[in-house]
């Protein structure tokens, strides 16, 4: 699906500078430096190497690829390509959520038709890096960026990592949209996806939340998407409220069909909505909320509707032999009482999202303690069980923070223990449990 941008005007200074910068000698100096301390080669005038190339564009191309080992290593090793400013790469998304997405997608779309035939628009494509795990896995990818340099760098890397599905667009979301090629497709003989990631950052450089505050505006965005599209793909601010976000959607026009909350090794990194357009009959289908933990190349996924969770019955215990503490994802899709009847746990307080068991629950999405001594508040009683007085802090339900309440135990932090802190029991009985981390040769989330 190739849109010709009647818009794209190519800036001289901008195009002769990627040109430099991909010349061999050049990419070849960048590949043999990328291991290299960006500060040193600068005072060591190391970076005055190439006529017309600043040391400041060198540095900025190696720091980019340094950036980029973590979050994308299929990337950092391709030795030809180019990176963009810092906060660019920022705001990218990593190689694993992306990958992820793409997945989900394609499977979402399958109910209209294989995602090898339908054509996928990201409207805020950024860096590129959805955008090259979306072409992985549809017929095509249209990537809209209205910043020039951005555009330049991500069609040569897109040659460059061998994308021949993807085509560039430069203008915005709200350009895209209104260009006439776009308004006579007809989304039920030419199957359209799109994917908005908008930017959560005011103008004053703080992060923001809610979709309003956002640039583009999702909401005012969805009319248009769903006049040419089938279905959208919307990334959210990890801290935003789902429900809320599900009801701003629905008001603007969409019917929200999933939800996924995607954590990385027990952080909470994205929320994902899959949206369609607005049923014409009063009631819409429940959304599925998935939470989702990916950990060395495993996923944990819980999945369940909000009236599940709200007529799960929940048991209380005392705290007994294991602890499990969920991930970041389960807490933030509000799996309270669906995670302990999925796997037969008990709750140790209606506000505590901490469990227990007798018997070991492998399978759990979150962390898991043996606790060996359950204590008063007392600092006087956390010393005598633990030795050298050293260890982690979590707090749960609890009315002192974490470094407050450090202070008061005179706890040292670090060493093997982990210490919780908690309200339990019919009588909200605040306790200190102390514990070590279950470590086994077994799938541990």
């Excluded at 027990?266 to 949206?275: A, C, F, P, T, V």
Aim: proline letters at 6%; one cysteine or more.
């Amino acid at each position: 699906m190739n849109h010709e941008n009647e818009q794209q005007v190519i800036g001289a200074g901008q195009y002769i500078k990627i040109q430099a910068l991909t010349q061999p000698p050049v990419l070849d100096f960048l590949w043999a430096n990328r291991h290299a301390d960006v500060v040193s080669l600068l005072m060591k005038g190391s970076l005055n190497k190439f006529e017309g190339i600043s040391p400041a564009d060198l540095a900025a191309q190696i720091s980019g690829r340094q950036k980029l080992k973590l979050k994308h290593p299929p990337w950092y090793e391709n030795r030809n390509l180019l990176f963009p400013p810092a906060l660019n790469l920022e705001q990218s998304s990593s190689w694993q959520t992306a990958e992820y997405k793409a997945e989900i997608y394609a499977e979402a779309v399958s109910l209209l038709c294989p995602a090898s035939e339908c054509d996928l628009v990201d409207l805020t494509g950024g860096f590129g890096i959805d955008s090259a795990s979306f072409a992985k896995r549809f017929k095509s990818v249209v990537h809209v960026e209205p910043s020039l340099q951005l555009h330049q760098i991500v069609g040569y890397n897109f040659e460059k990592a061998g994308l021949t599905n993807t085509s560039t667009f430069l203008g915005t979301a709200e350009e895209y949209l209104a260009a006439p090629a776009i308004n006579t497709i007809n989304p039920s003989v030419n199957p359209i996806a799109y994917y908005i990631d908008p930017s959560r950052r005011t103008d004053k450089g703080l992060k923001a939340t809610g979709f309003a505050a956002c640039t583009p505006n999702v909401l005012d965005l969805v009319p248009a998407v769903f006049q040419s599209g089938s279905m959208l793909m919307v990334k959210a601010s990890p801290m935003d409220d789902i429900q809320f976000d599900i009801r701003e959607l629905s008001s603007a026009g969409a019917t929200c069909r999933s939800v996924f909350a995607v954590a990385v090794a027990g952080e909470l990194k994205e929320l994902l909505y899959i949206l369609t357009p607005q049923y014409q009959q009063n009631e819409a289908p429940e959304p599925v909320i998935n939470a989702v933990n990916l950990n060395s190349g495993q996923t944990a996924l819980l999945s369940f509707t909000r009236t599940a969770e709200q007529i799960a019955e929940s048991r209380y215990s005392v705290p007994l032999k294991y602890l499990y503490e969920p991930n970041a994802a389960v807490l933030k899709a509000g799996a309270f009482k669906v995670v302990a009847q999925k796997f037969g746990l008990f709750k140790l307080h209606p506000n505590t999202h901490l469990y227990t068991s007798d018997k070991l629950v492998v399978e759990f999405p979150g962390r898991i303690f043996e606790i060996a001594e359950l204590l008063p508040v007392s600092g006087k009683a956390l010393k005598e069980h633990l030795p050298g007085m050293k260890a982690n802090l979590s707090v749960r339900n609890f009315p002192i923070g974490v470094d407050d309440l450090r202070k008061q135990l005179k706890l040292k932090e670090g060493g093997d223990f982990h210490v919780f802190a908690f309200t339990a029991g019919e009588d909200s009985n605040k306790t200190l449990a102390i514990t070590k981390r279950v470590s086994l040769l077994l799938k541990i989330n």
